[in-house]
């Protein structure tokens, strides 16, 4: 009762909220792996040094 009430909820707030919170996540997921691959790039650079 209480989780189809709960997905009932995110279903109806889903629409208002797509465009902000994509665009969070995608400029979340562009900052991770760009952290990660500087983290990479710098341990291969002093790895090879």
């Given at each position: 009762?209480?989780?189809?009430?709960?997905?009932?909820?995110?279903?109806?707030?889903?629409?208002?909220?797509?465009?902000?919170?994509?665009?969070?996540?995608?400029?979340?997921?562009?900052?991770?792996?760009?952290?990660?691959?500087?983290?990479m790039?710098?341990?291969?650079?002093?790895?090879?040094?």
């Amino acid at each position: 009762m209480n989780t189809t009430t709960i997905t009932h909820d995110i279903a109806a707030s889903q629409p208002a909220q797509m465009p902000a919170s994509s665009l969070a996540s995608e400029v979340l997921f562009f900052v991770k792996s760009g952290v990660a691959m500087t983290a990479m790039v710098l341990l291969l650079a002093s790895a090879w040094v």
